[in-house]
């Protein structure tokens, strides 16, 4: 066995195999660019080298530079996490080349899977169900226009080189083919630097399942059955489980063995997903094999009591796989959910920013590997800590959460509370949406395909509710209990009113006004002090006697009338972030001794939802265009982003043009409305 390897990769993959790493008494080695240099991956590694500059394609994506650290700290093998440089085979081949074991499969395998249309042609061989497409190398685009339209619409256009969910077009209709090929092509080439693309039926109602391979050097292939991944939302996967609700033994059995032929077909060695597309009637596709541990390798874990970053090593040294296929066994259930520095409201656009408060559900430490091993209830994969900051360069994974229960609706039931204690603070997160998705009737039936989250818009994306009385109380009592901290920072008693440094006290028919708001409404409520509590009330209900009971830190107990209620309460400047009942509520307090009168308005400009280039600008100065027309087309986290007409008007001035890094927030036109 090794006993130094080279972690070459950032965040909680990175992470996640120095974990294995050190319990099986192997050194590790970080390499981190300079946005990571406080980076948690870089803080449990033993050595920690910097390669270069914040873009990956400067730092993380450079092997050379990678290989040349591993020779001179002495890490005798190379591990590549997922993404980057994972399914890179000239770098497998180039750390052969240095003596260094590339902890994968070999490169020709990786090169064989490495083109979804090639692996397609390479499983049609090796008659492994394909969908019907064309995946040949013409890539005129008449000529692929004219085999979109003998596949019959809706096709998907697909980039050959494609990952992540990138690279990827919907075609409703002959009319949209152009664009979409054109649209597709270029997020290929920028992404992958291939505009290679393949087109494909898209098929209605499909589930994504995907089955885990495992082969070592010794010519053992075996399967570790099944995930479901189909709830997606832009073809990237959100949650993921295993086992598959509902999957009969003996497609399992065939859907496993259809994977081994894959990757035997290849030449296969060690971690690899075979993905299947599959109908409602059970019936299933190749779609493409990941050649490399996959994100969401935890829920195969869970279930199988395997720790797969400890079989990648054993593999990679030569080592027979651990297991036997008789000898692996469903144990339970575990689901997946993916925390995202995000915002669904708005299209599920990443967020940047700093983690400033950073809250996780009990996590119990999960011992994978040894004899025995009860899964844990609730595991976070990680590579962020509080006052980690998420920065435009890398994927805007905060962490994973995987949950193991008896049966899936126990792992349910654990990964709605495990949500409900996620407390983010900082940046926008998709938490509460995971928290609606798990708790909704589709996902909790098993109702699955990949169009779940459509399908399921309204009930997902609800109208916003007023924040109730308990979370507006918890608020004012924070105020209220900060503010006499200030004033007397040793007074025992908070809500004592000689402590405050305001002059109503004397008064006490005087009602203090609060005002907050949150995104959606304003909600003005009144507090008058008395002896050791308040008299609170929201908006135009009664008041009633409001206590501070217990303080610990955040974390705030108090009553109102008759109800207790806790929760956490961070501020940041002057809103209130209240955690209470699984909700986060942010609500800006009105201070009104604080800048009067300071909000000017936008005007007329769109701004960039983020940092980004721009890549496309669509619209010329002095053109007049309708509500919902492209303007400009940018492109942030390896994402395009439209930036469209908000109304019917003209462009009055173009500020950047195609190749412009623009800065968060900063006007890209001008525009007036007709
Ligand atoms: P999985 O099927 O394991 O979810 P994905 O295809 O979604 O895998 O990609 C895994 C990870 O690798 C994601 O975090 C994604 O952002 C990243 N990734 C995928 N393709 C690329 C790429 N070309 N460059 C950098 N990162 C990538
Ligand atoms: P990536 O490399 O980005 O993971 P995949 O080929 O694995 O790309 O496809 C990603 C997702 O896109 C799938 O999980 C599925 O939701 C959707 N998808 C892919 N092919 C089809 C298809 N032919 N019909 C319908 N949905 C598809
Ligand atoms: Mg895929």
Redesign the pocket.
């Known amino acids: 066995m090794f006993t130094k390897i080279l972690i070459a990769n950032r965040g909680e993959i990175a992470c996640r195999v120095a974990a294995t790493a050190r319990r099986m008494g192997i050194k590790t080695v970080a390499v981190y660019s300079e946005a990571d240099a406080n980076a948690r991956h870089v803080a449990v590694c033993d050595e920690a080298v910097l390669i270069g500059p914040a873009a990956a394609k400067d730092s993380y994506l450079c092997g050379d530079k990678i290989i040349a650290v591993a020779k001179a700290t002495g890490a005798q093998a190379i591990h590549p996490g997922y993404g980057f440089l994972s399914e890179n085979a000239e770098f497998a081949e180039a750390c052969a080349e240095a003596g260094l074991v590339f902890i994968g499969p070999p490169a020709s395998a990786m090169r064989a899977m490495g083109s979804?249309s090639a692996a397609k042609q390479l499983m049609e061989k090796a008659n492994v169900p394909l969908?019907p497409?064309y995946h040949g190398d013409q890539q005129d685009a008449d000529f692929l226009h004219g085999e979109a339209d003998r596949i019959g619409y809706p096709v998907?256009l697909?980039a050959s080189a494609?990952?992540?969910?990138?690279?990827?077009r919907v075609v409703e209709n002959s009319a949209q083919f152009k664009d979409a090929l054109a649209s597709c092509k270029r997020e290929a080439i920028s992404s992958f630097g291939d505009d290679k693309v393949l087109a494909?039926?898209?098929?209605q109602r499909?589930r994504?399942i995907e089955i885990q391979v495992f082969a070592d050097t010794l010519g053992n292939c075996i399967y570790l059955f099944e995930r479901d991944?189909?709830v997606?939302r832009r073809?990237?996967?959100v949650l993921e489980e295993a086992p598959a609700p509902g999957m009969p033994a003996e497609r399992r059995a065939a859907m496993g063995e259809a994977a081994v032929a894959a990757a035997r077909a290849v030449g296969y060695v060690g971690a690899g997903t075979v993905?299947f597309?599959a109908n409602q009637d059970g019936s299933f596709?190749f779609?493409?094999m990941?050649t490399r541990l996959q994100v969401e390798h935890p829920v195969t874990e869970m279930i199988t009591g395997t720790d797969l970053v400890e079989w990648q090593l054993r593999v990679a040294a030569g080592e027979p796989l651990p297991k036997q296929q008789h000898e692996l066994a469903i144990n339970g259930h575990a689901i997946e959910a993916r925390i995202y520095a995000e915002n669904p409201e708005k299209g599920f656009l990443p967020s940047i920013g700093t983690l400033r408060h950073l809250g996780t559900p009990d996590a119990v430490a999960f011992e994978l590997g040894g004899a025995g091993v009860t899964p844990a209830a609730v595991r976070i994969d990680s590579g962020v800590r509080e006052g980690d900051a998420i920065s435009p360069f890398y994927d805007p994974m905060i962490a994973k959460l995987i949950v193991w229960g008896a049966d899936r609706k126990q792992a349910l039931a654990r990964m709605a509370q495990a949500l409900s204690q996620y407390q983010i603070v900082g940046l926008a997160s998709n938490i509460a949406f995971l928290k609606r998705l798990v708790e909704g009737q589709a996902f909790a039936t098993a109702d699955l395909d990949?169009g779940l989250i459509e399908r399921n818009h309204d009930t997902l994306f609800p109208p916003a509710q007023p924040v109730p009385a308990g979370a507006l109380a918890l608020a004012a009592a924070a105020l209220l209990a900060g503010e006499a901290r200030a004033a007397a920072p040793a007074s025992a008693n908070p809500a004592d009113p000689w402590s405050h440094t305001t002059g109503w006290r004397l008064n006490q028919s005087y009602a203090r006004k609060l005002a907050f708001s949150d995104e959606h409404a304003a909600y003005d409520t009144y507090v008058s002090y008395r002896a050791n509590d308040w008299l609170f009330s929201a908006g135009a209900a009664a008041p009633q006697i409001l206590s501070l009971t217990a303080r610990d830190g955040g974390d705030y107990r108090i009553k109102l009338g008759d109800s207790a209620t806790h929760g956490t309460v961070l501020r940041d400047d002057d809103v209130f972030h209240v955690f209470a009942n699984g909700a986060h509520h942010q609500l800006a307090w009105n201070d009104p001794m604080a800048h009067a009168g300071e909000t000017e308005s936008e005007g007329g400009r769109l701004t960039a939802p983020m940092p980004g280039k721009v890549v496309a600008v669509l619209a010329a100065k002095g053109q007049e265009v309708k509500k919902g027309e492209a303007l400009v087309i940018m492109e942030a986290m390896k994402m395009e982003h439209t930036i469209a007409a908000p109304y019917d008007g003209v462009v009055d001035d173009i500020l950047y043009s195609v190749g412009d890094q623009v800065a968060d927030g900063a006007p890209l036109l001008a525009f007036k409305a007709a």
């Open positions: 979804k969908v497409g998907l697909k494609g990952g992540g969910g990138k690279g990827m494909e039926k898209y098929l499909p994504h991944c189909s997606q073809h990237q996967k993905e597309i596709y779609m493409e990941n990949t």
